[in-house]
């Protein structure tokens, strides 16, 4: 059976540098074998989590939507900014907010390939390294390899593609890792 995965961006800024890599990094997964469903989070907009507002409505019909997503795929592709040297957040809430009631049964156990965009000369590599930890304490496998694209205001033409074949070939084994490892896990 293929395997799908659940790819988005933690930048819902329109001209998001990461918004773009996730497209490219879904095209690769794609290419790979996989079935990809990417969305926007813009779409599953959710409160700044707080317990009293959870104990009173419960979990937003966003995030609710969001783990039913997250039940009904194999993996997670993510791109992340960094911010001030860890991830922004948009992920921590989303995935804060998914990991209530039964929502880190739909996390745990399951595989992610992870890579970030930036303006910077090191592209996100210090936030590529929380999101691993941040992963890891949800339960996900989060495959070694990992992409950052540095100077990610020159990285990618008119159409959204990588001009740097060398950073498409890090996508790539990005997402050849996370398909063949979410693969194996599943035999
Ligand atoms: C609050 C804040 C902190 C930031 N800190 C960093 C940082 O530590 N390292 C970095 O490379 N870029 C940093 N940036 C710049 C972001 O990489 C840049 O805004 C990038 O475009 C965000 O990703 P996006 O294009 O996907 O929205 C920061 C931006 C903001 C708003």
Redesign the pocket.
Known sequence: MTIKLLAF?A?T?L?????KLIAVAAQAARDAGAEVTLIDLLDYDMPLYNGDLEARDGLPASTQALQQLFAGHDGLLLST?????LFPPLLKNTLDWVSRGNGLDHLAGKVAGILS????R???L?SLMATRQYLNNLGLLVVPQQQAVSE?GHAFDEQGLLLDARVQAGVNNVAVALVGTTQKLRD
């Open positions: 961006s930048s800024r001209a998001s540098y990461n918004r900014p960094e911010y001030n040297g965009a930036s303006p910077g090191v592209g996100g210090r990610a």
